[in-house]
């Protein structure tokens, strides 16, 4: 019997695959040949380098492996007589990838994402969208990345230097985090932000969750009216609540103290716990709760025994919300707190505004670290609630 799929036609080497190679390799060359100063020798070297290597690559070594490592040992050859040990390293990443394009288009994996129907111009246009989100995606991750290394120089710089981009271990060092964990000023504002995050998390959690709760009922009159007040501090540009918290806590004798500092971070942590225990409750059977209330249980008991395990990754998610949002406060904290409540984000804007200090690079660097815990913990919880609402496979 005949098959009613259609036959897929191989890509053209010479007139797909060789070009759009080419190309990736000028754009990538643009970007090491601005780094040594002459941009055109480096579109056109890396537009030549990658041309040649997609032909040999897909003319006389099929298997992919083995091509992407001859590639990624070619291009490192290259970068090594450029720019020595650094030049190694970068340039057999740029093999690695500019040989996984090479197979990726020979092959007619560039056709995987769509249908085999799919006209020319959707497989472009396909195509075209995931780039724009990977450049995208990299040009937001890369300021955070690029940190990172710089929080290792062994130089008072915010640059890298000669010894660092020729990878040499003298041009690293961990002396911005002995600076971090021994420096008075840092660990002071350090054990500040830890005493004051988790107290204004609980204040969040608990009425966050309650006002969820509670504008999650239908009868409840006004119930949007209400949650976008709640939910405003979100919306509303943080100098303007700053300075609001600042006037109201003068008046009420709560400015420049430590319960003033927890209760406006406080206010700004609840509408993440608002929006992400809503949404937990949007897939919540209300017949449990009847239930339980049927058996006899109080509100109580029927809260923290059958509502509250199946919304807790929800509390937890707004939990984790809140206390990033705390923990990396600095506006409010300025306009509200004093001296006494100087917090790590007070400490670092100080760094960058007096002392010019690079150990605030190592400080970054751990908040990153912390803040991609953070987020893995996120996502194990969405994973379990969807498991536990019976929205995915377990």
């Known amino acids: 019997m005949a098959t009613l799929a259609p036959t897929l036609r191989k890509p053209s080497l010479t007139g797909f695959v060789l070009p759009l190679t080419a190309l990736a390799g000028a754009l990538l060359g643009y970007l090491v040949g601005n780094a040594k100063g002459n941009a055109l020798l480096g579109i056109v070297g890396g537009a030549v380098f990658a041309g040649v290597l997609a032909f040999v690559l897909v003319s006389f070594v099929p298997q992919r492996r083995m091509g992407r ?24 990443i740029l093999g690695l990838v500019l040989s996984w394009i090479a197979y990726w288009l020979a092959s007619g994996d560039y056709r995987a994402s769509v249908p085999v129907y799919a006209t020319p111009r959707e497989v472009l246009w396909a195509n075209t969208f995931r780039f724009i989100c990977g450049v995208i995606f990299f040009f937001l991750i ?39 964990f021994t420096n008075t000023d840092w660990t002071g504002a350090f054990y500040n932000s830890l005493r004051i995050a988790p107290v204004a998390t609980l204040l969040s959690v608990s009425f966050g969750t309650l006002a969820a709760i509670g504008l999650s009922q239908s009868h409840v009159p006004f119930r949007r009216a209400i ?3 709640l939910i405003s501090p979100m919306i509303v540009p943080l100098i303007i609540s700053a300075a609001g918290m600042y006037f109201f806590y003068a008046r009420m004798g709560l400015q420049g103290t430590y319960w003033g500092v927890v209760l406006a971070h406080a206010a700004l942590g609840i509408p993440f716990v608002i929006i992400t225990v809503t949404a937990t409750l949007v897939g919540f059977d209300r017949s449990l709760t009847r239930a339980a209330a049927n058996m006899g249980a109080g509100p109580v008991t029927t809260f923290f025994r059958v509502q509250m395990p199946l919304i807790l990754p929800g509390v937890i998610s707004g939990a984790l919300f809140a206390f990033i949002t705390s923990f ?40 990153v670290a912390f803040s991609v815990v953070l987020l893995v913990t996120l996502e194990l919880l969405r994973r379990r609630s969807e498991r536990l609402r019976g929205m995915s496979p377990s």
């Open 69 to 92: 490592l001859i590639g990624a040992v070619a291009t490192g050859i290259a970068g090594a007589l450029i720019a020595g040990v650094a030049g190694l390293v970068f340039g057999a």
């Open 142 to 180: 890369a300021p955070i990345l690029v940190v990172i290394p710089l929080s290792f120089n062994a130089e008072n710089f915010f640059t890298f230097t000669p010894k660092m981009l020729a990878l040499d271990p003298e041009g690293y060092s961990l002396k911005h985090y002995r600076d971090f």
């Open 227 to 229: 949650m976008a007040i």
């Open 328 to 367: 990396d406060e600095v506006v409010v904290v300025l306009f509200v707190g004093s001296a006494q409540q100087k917090t790590l984000p007070w400490q670092m804007f100080i760094g960058l505004r007096e002392q010019i200090s690079p150990t605030i690079l190592a400080v970054a660097t751990v908040l």
